[in-house]
């Protein structure tokens, strides 16, 4: 794996809820797994399981090594029972311009989100540039699919430039631009999270990684129900 120290990272994130891993700029796969990304996305902003993100989860080694860990972590202190199996990858390209994809705050299904930057904008021009604005611990780990159902739905209110000012009054927000291209693993079901747009006269796409490991609800829950309609 890009970071050799996974423990020290892991130790923290059921307390923090999200942590920075080291950066990944210099990484020999990192350009090639972009340049791999953009021809099999095409004119599509939204690749689930490319054969390009297939690749990068074995060049970062993140089957071998961080995948054992998390499954450890879920059973040992979140008492939740995962399958090693149950990792979704997907690879999201944002244009330019493209106002539809700015703060669409949410919670992930999964109990843990890897968010890995393979091209990020220069921000010197632009002040919106994809940034990812995200609020650790914003709610505690749901106890079943009901309670996971509507505090997704109380927090859609919150699902603007203005909600997520509102929200960073009462609970801690933290922005990344990932120029530092360090990734960012954090706790996927109980971190509210949405980016903001990229500005039209931004000359790059925004291109991240996002690996989403164990989803604790029923096979026909809300997360699974979503992932089926997106693969229409």
């Given at each position: 794996?890009?970071?050799d120290n996974l423990?020290?990272?892991?130790?923290?994130?059921?307390?923090?809820?999200?942590?920075?891993?080291?950066?990944?700029?210099?990484?020999?796969?990192?350009?090639?797994?972009?340049?791999?990304?953009?021809?099999?996305?095409?004119?599509?902003?939204?690749?689930?399981?490319?054969?390009?993100?297939?690749?990068?989860?074995?060049?970062?080694?993140?089957?071998?090594?961080?995948?054992?860990?998390?499954?450890?972590?879920?059973?040992?202190?979140?008492?939740?029972?995962?399958?090693?199996?149950?990792?979704?990858?997907?690879?999201?390209?944002?244009?330019?311009?493209?106002?539809?994809?700015?703060?669409?705050?949410?919670?992930?299904?999964?109990?843990?989100?890897?968010?890995?930057?393979?091209?990020?904008?220069?921000?010197?021009?632009?002040?919106?540039?994809?940034?990812?604005?995200?609020?650790?611990?914003?709610?505690?780990?749901?106890?079943?699919?009901?309670?996971?159902?509507?505090?997704?739905?109380?927090?859609?209110?919150?699902?603007?430039e203005t909600g997520?000012?509102?929200?960073?009054?009462?609970?801690?927000?933290?922005?990344?631009?990932?120029?530092?291209?360090?990734?960012?693993?954090?706790?996927?079901?109980?971190?509210?999270?949405?980016?903001?747009?990229?500005?039209?006269?931004s000359t790059e796409?925004?291109?991240?990684?996002?690996?989403?490991?164990?989803?604790?609800?029923?096979?026909?829950?809300?997360?699974?129900?979503?992932?089926?309609?997106?693969?229409?």
């Amino acid at each position: 794996m890009y970071c050799d120290n996974l423990d020290f990272y892991l130790e923290q994130l059921p307390r923090v809820g999200a942590v920075k891993l080291p950066s990944v700029k210099d990484a020999s796969w990192r350009s090639r797994t972009y340049d791999q990304c953009m021809k099999e996305l095409g004119v599509k902003s939204y690749g689930e399981n490319l054969q390009a993100n297939l690749e990068f989860l074995r060049h970062s080694s993140i089957i071998t090594d961080l995948l054992p860990k998390l499954v450890e972590l879920a059973k040992q202190q979140l008492n939740v029972n995962v399958s090693p199996n149950d990792v979704y990858n997907v690879c999201r390209l944002v244009r330019p311009g493209d106002a539809s994809e700015g703060y669409r705050g949410h919670f992930d299904s999964h109990l843990f989100t890897l968010v890995t930057p393979l091209n990020i904008p220069n921000f010197s021009n632009v002040r919106n540039g994809g940034q990812l604005h995200y609020f650790p611990m914003a709610r505690k780990q749901p106890r079943n699919e009901i309670q996971n159902i509507f505090g997704k739905v109380a927090y859609k209110r919150y699902n603007s430039e203005t909600g997520f000012e509102k929200l960073a009054t009462k609970t801690v927000r933290k922005i990344d631009d990932f120029q530092d291209y360090c990734p960012l693993l954090f706790m996927g079901n109980t971190t509210f999270h949405g980016n903001s747009p990229i500005q039209a006269n931004s000359t790059e796409n925004r291109m991240t990684i996002l690996t989403h490991f164990f989803d604790p609800s029923p096979r026909y829950g809300l997360g699974a129900v979503m992932r089926k309609i997106r693969r229409r």
